[in-house]
């Protein structure tokens, strides 16, 4: 007569005393890389700059010149180095409809191509950050009197660690004999 499922043939979401009852399953951070703690200790600072500002601005109706300029050099450090953990899972952006279409021998070679050049821009962006820093000097920064060498050697940092994470992803694509690129379902907990 009606198309509406019968409610007591689905799962039980409420036990017999009327209560809810849910049980979730243990969480396990032991994969957690060390960046994604350091790219979360930034953001919680971050967080906590936004929420001073909010509170000086609008509630006490007197805003604190220095949270905008922490907050965006906040930003900058959460991104550059949850940008790591990217490297590390090897999920950024990456385009693999040709690789389905090349011979094995020729998606190898790609996939191999990929890993050595993401090596190469990590490793030059290290060093021209270095560079950069060397030019800036004692530059500091806008409203606060700290060097902006702290920011810039908090990308230094990222950078860095997004090279060591691309030869650590290199070599695991080189011992498997695969990269994601060529086996996108895979991941780098695959051997």
Known sequence: MSDLPDLDAMPK?????????????????????????????????????VF????????MNNSASWTEEIAR???????????????????????DFFYRFMPTWLSRFMGTLVDVLRLAFFAAATVLTGQMMDKLG?????????????????VMAGFAAMTLRAIWVARVHWQRGYTVLERPESEMTDR
């Open 13 to 49: 979401v409420m036990g017999d005393d009327g209560q809810f009852h849910a049980t979730d399953d243990e969480v396990d951070l032991s994969g957690t890389p060390v960046e994604a703690w350091v790219a979360l200790g930034f953001f919680w600072l971050l967080g906590a700059t």
């Open 52 to 59: 001073y500002q909010f509170i000086t601005r609008y509630v």
């Open 73 to 95: 050099y906040m930003l900058i450090a959460t991104v550059f180095t949850g940008a790591t953990i990217g490297v590390a899972k090897n999920n950024h952006i990456q385009v």
């Open 138 to 154: 004692s530059y500091k920064m806008t409203i606060i009197d700290l060097p902006m060498n702290l920011v810039y050697g908090v």
